[in-house]
Structure formats: C-alpha cells, structure tokens
C-alpha cells in the first residue's frame, strides 16, 4: 500500500520559517520524481517545487530564493524549506509522487501564515 504521509505544518507569523516533510512507504522512492503543490481557498492547486529522481529541482516563481526542496532517499522522505513566509503563501501543502504513470498524493498538511 502506498502512503505518502505530509507534516510540519502549522501557523507562522510573517517572515517566519517551517519545514515541511513528507514520508513515503510503499513505493521505490528513489525512482520517483517528487513535488510538493499546495492549495489555496478557492484557487485551484499548483505546483510548488519538484525534485527529479536524479536529483534536478524545479520551482514556481512564487517560491524561487524562498522555498528549497530537498529529498533524502535513505529515509524515503522529501522536504520543503520555507523561509520568509507571506499570508499568500498560506494554503493546504500535498506531496505527490510520480513515476510513469504512477501518481500519488499524500492527504495534505495546512500551513497559515498571519499575524
């Protein structure tokens, strides 16, 4: 069975930092390209950041010199580094995992950002 288990979420003031982890079981996390997307109120869900298996990352403009995504394959867990935190960063934070046609989602953390 596959999981993709989100934490690290929580509520920081503006300007703040969280980490972000994502666990995975279930899956030969090494072979697959991992992201991280989030939600907002009424928008629809976006693509934040993606590490490859290989290694190569990709992330939104939004988050560029802000947010670093990371993945440590002997522990099966991928990270998101958040730093200088806005309200508009607020939203529910998923994983996903991808290989093929092999897609998964974890269940998702919130992250608020106010004052």
């Known amino acids: 069975q596959v999981q993709l288990v989100e934490s690290g979420g929580g509520l920081v003031q503006p300007g703040g930092s969280l980490r972000l982890s994502c666990a995975a079981s279930g899956i030969i996390f090494s072979e697959y390209h991992m992201g991280w997307h989030r939600q907002a109120p009424g928008k629809q869900r976006e693509l934040v950041a993606l590490i490859t298996s290989g290694g190569g990352r990709n992330t939104a403009s939004s988050a560029k010199g802000r947010f670093t995504i990371s993945r440590d394959n002997v522990k099966n867990t991928v990270y998101l580094e958040m730093n200088s935190l806005k309200p508009e960063d607020t939203a529910v934070y998923y994983c996903?995992?991808?290989?093929?046609?092999?897609?998964?989602w974890g269940q998702g953390t919130q992250v608020t950002v106010s004052s």
């Open positions: 996903r995992g991808t290989r093929g046609l092999n897609d998964y």
